[in-house]
T-cell receptor, first 116, second 114 residues
Framework: NAGVTQTPKFQVLKTGQSMTLQCAQD?????MYWYRQDPGMGLRLIYY???????DKGEVPNGYNVSRLNKREFSLRLESAAPSQTSVYFC???????????????FGPGTRLTVT | GESVGLHLPTLSVQEGDNSIINCAYS??????FIWYKQESGKGPQFIID?????DKRQGQRVTVLLNKTVKHLSLQIAATQPGDSAVYFC?????????????FGTGTKLQVIP
């Protein structure tokens, strides 16, 4: 199993450009998440998807959109990149136990994005 | 509001010694507490977790202690090795139907001195 994969690993954008970060998991997990990590800020949730076909805002959703393409894939789109979106972006997924509750998250390797 | 924080931003430990990383949390309703390890250039990796109704859990070379009275969490690493050098995050989590709400701390960097 590859676990959680993300593409690209690095990206440089100019202000106003758009791009999509791709994420896929092969663990048959229902829930997927997008986080950003900034120095001294820890990980902050941008969007999450509890199941295929549903998405919800997290702590810092402004400037982003997401698509849960199917159970495996969850993409993050920046429509008009801003320097404040310079960060490391992590995708994660988690399974659901028999009770329906979901705990441990598995993270991808991250995408390092710089917006100039 | 909810918060998870760490007492020490950087911890330097001699190889072979034990390491203790501390964390404070504020949400009494959290179900689980998790420690993650993040090596340079990689995503966070699960180390160990503990339910809110437990006070201690042991893994391989790691032990997590939970003190709900003072809302304190610690990670103990026995016989610290160079490969343990990383940033360690504590996280408090509450499971909801279909997703997990996680609040991460800002991290403690562990430096192992050979």
């Amino acid at each position: 199993n590859a676990g959680v994969t993300q593409t690209p690993k690095f990206q440089v954008l100019k202000t106003g450009q758009s791009m999509t970060l791709q994420c896929a998991q092969d663990m048959n997990h229902n829930s997927m998440y997008w986080y950003r990590q900034d120095p001294g800020m820890g990980l902050r949730l941008i969007y999450y998807s509890a199941s295929e076909g549903t998405t919800d805002k997290g702590e810092v959703p402004n400037g982003y959109n997401v698509s849960r393409l199917n159970k495996r894939e969850f993409s993050l789109r920046l429509e008009s990149a801003a320097p404040s979106q310079t960060s490391v972006y992590f995708c994660a997924s988690s399974g659901t136990g028999t009770s329906g509750y979901s705990y441990e998250q598995y993270f991808g390797p991250g995408t390092r994005l710089t917006v100039t | 509001g909810e918060s998870v924080g760490l007492h020490l931003p950087t911890l330097s430990v001699q190889e072979g010694d034990n390491s203790i990383i501390n964390c404070a949390y504020s949400n009494s309703a959290s179900d689980y507490f998790i420690w993650y390890k993040q090596e340079s250039g990689k995503g966070p990796q699960f180390i160990i977790d503990i339910r809110s109704n437990m006070d201690k859990r042991q893994g391989q070379r790691v032990t997590v202690l939970l003190n709900k009275t003072v809302k304190h969490l610690s990670l103990q690493i026995a016989a610290t090795q160079p490969g343990d050098s990383a940033v360690y995050f504590c996280a408090e989590t509450r499971g909801y139907w279909g997703y997990q709400k996680v609040t991460f701390g800002t991290g403690t960097k562990l430096q192992v001195i050979p």
